[in-house]
């Protein structure tokens, strides 16, 4: 038999929480009496309830690495699938530039190599009709 709290004016809500607790507690140690709950049966859901954690980050973690295995596979694929068009885009790239060089040609522009610019140079051909400056 269980014997009954005696709590110092407690609150009737205190008095049957604490009451139905006790309850629980008589219950569950006269099933575990009867046999009706083996410890063994109670251990073994405790032990596998506490490895449901571990589980499910396994099977989370195992679904992340089958993406990222993934990505290596996509990649190469995507590279061969648009070969072609990255053939296209260089081709037309160099169009571009060797109509930038012919332009430069006929505009007299720069080399691009020398990087010179002309402007803020004296010439160093002097027209016939004036003398050069006399060196001392």
Same mark, same amino acid.
């Given at each position: 038999?269980? &014997? $009954?709290?005696? $709590? !110092?004016?407690?609150?009737?809500? +205190?008095?049957?929480?604490?009451?139905?607790? =006790? @309850?629980? !507690?008589?219950? *569950?140690?006269?099933?575990? +009496?009867?046999?009706?709950?083996?410890?063994?049966?109670?251990?073994?859901?405790?032990? /596998? &309830?506490?490895?449901? $954690? #571990?589980?499910?980050?396994?099977?989370? +973690?195992?679904? %992340?690495? !089958?993406?990222?295995?993934?990505?290596? $596979? @996509?990649? /190469?694929?995507?590279?061969?699938? *648009?070969?072609?068009?990255?053939?296209?885009?260089?081709? %037309? #790239? /160099?169009? @571009?530039? &060797? =109509?930038? #060089?012919?332009?430069?040609?006929?505009?007299?522009?720069?080399?691009?190599?020398?990087? !010179?610019?002309?402007?803020?140079?004296?010439?160093?051909?002097?027209?016939?009709?004036?003398?050069?400056? /006399?060196?001392?």
């Amino acid at each position: 038999m269980v &014997a $009954v709290r005696s $709590v !110092a004016n407690p609150s009737l809500t +205190e008095a049957i929480s604490s009451q139905t607790e =006790l @309850l629980h !507690a008589y219950r *569950f140690v006269r099933l575990l +009496e009867q046999g009706e709950i083996g410890v063994d049966r109670l251990s073994e859901k405790l032990a /596998k &309830a506490g490895g449901v $954690v #571990a589980r499910v980050h396994a099977n989370i +973690e195992a679904k %992340a690495d !089958a993406v990222i295995a993934r990505e290596e $596979v @996509l990649t /190469k694929r995507t590279t061969e699938a *648009f070969s072609p068009h990255h053939a296209m885009l260089d081709d %037309a #790239a /160099k169009g @571009l530039d &060797a =109509l930038e #060089a012919q332009l430069a040609l006929v505009t007299n522009d720069p080399l691009p190599s020398s990087g !010179a610019s002309l402007e803020g140079e004296t010439a160093s051909i002097y027209p016939i009709t004036q003398n050069p400056p /006399k060196q001392r």
